[in-house]
Nanobody, 129 residues
Framework: QVLLVESGGGSVQAGGSLRLSCAAS????????MGWFRQAPGKEREGVAA???????????DYADSVTGRFTISQDNAKRTPYLQMNSLKPEDTAMYYC???????????????????WGQGTQVTVSS
């Protein structure tokens, strides 16, 4: 069983930045999909960003329309740790953020939660106006 642990959450003012990281308890696989999801109180969990990781390389990233141009998903190759760089944060970005991973060979909908089988416990991001 792979356990994922998110870090980097916190409270910032609108326009600020945060960088979330996702560490795995053990080796996941050389190739896997990594996704970031968020859930605000009273709302459904939504996909924010996803990427295919192949060793030291990454594939084309997918983003939700609401974060395109502001968020970047990638991998810190020195640490082999996926991350989500969040810039120009808005109050509506406030939510619990989760990282997720799957070793499925093909994922049709990378921003859909049901495609992933490994999840973290979440890290809170709060953006004040």
């Amino acid at each position: 069983q792979v356990l994922l642990v998110e870090s980097g959450g916190g409270s910032v003012q609108a326009g600020g930045s945060l960088r979330l990281s996702c560490a795995a308890s053990r080796y996941i696989a050389s190739n896997y999909y990594m996704g970031w999801f968020r859930q605000a109180p009273g709302k459904e969990r939504e996909g924010v960003a996803a990427i295919y990781i192949r060793g030291m390389r990454t594939g084309t990233a997918d983003y939700a329309d609401s974060v395109t141009g502001r968020f970047t998903i990638s991998q810190d190759n020195a640490k082999r740790t996926p991350y989500l760089q969040m810039n120009s944060l808005k109050p509506e970005d406030t939510a619990m953020y989760y990282c997720a991973a799957t070793t499925h060979a093909f994922v049709a909908q990378t921003l859909v939660a049901s495609e992933y089988n490994y999840w973290g416990q979440g890290t809170q991001v709060t953006v004040s106006s």
